[in-house]
């Protein structure tokens, strides 16, 4: 039986970034290094692990604030699904903008 974890969050664009697009091209090359497979950003970015599926979604609230939407559906246990959603925001956290 699949069950569907999630998490959300305000996230502030950094003002290093030139806009929302960067962060979805952040996490997808975070994911893919982090062994994800099938990570694809379209109006969100998704990829698969394990018996997992992972996607990151934000919501334009104004300004440079978003609300940062993360869930994480499959046939694993809670703690393996909240164990990727914290790696993804790990993720998240590391991203680091010229």
């Known amino acids: 039986m699949a069950s569907?974890?999630?998490?959300?969050?305000?996230?502030t664009l950094?003002?290093?970034a030139e806009n929302i697009g960067e962060v979805y091209q952040g996490i997808s090359l975070g994911l893919t290094r982090s062994g994800y497979?099938?990570?694809?950003h379209t109006e969100d970015v998704h990829?698969?692990?394990?018996?997992?599926?992972?996607?990151?979604?934000y919501l334009y609230i104004g300004?440079?604030?978003?609300?940062?939407?993360?869930s994480c559906g499959g046939s694993g246990?809670?703690?393996?699904?909240?164990?990727?959603?914290?790696?993804?925001?790990?993720?998240?956290?590391?991203l680091r903008f010229l």
């Open 77 to 94: 246990s809670e703690a393996e699904a909240q164990s990727i959603l914290n790696e993804v925001q790990n993720i998240i956290n590391n």
């Open 47 to 57: 990829g698969f692990k394990g018996d997992f599926v992972l996607a990151v979604v």
């Open 63 to 70: 300004g440079r604030d978003f609300w940062q939407v993360m």
């Open 37 to 40: 497979t099938g990570v694809q």
């Open 14 to 16: 950094s003002q290093a």
């Open 4 to 11: 569907l974890w999630w998490k959300w969050s305000k996230y």
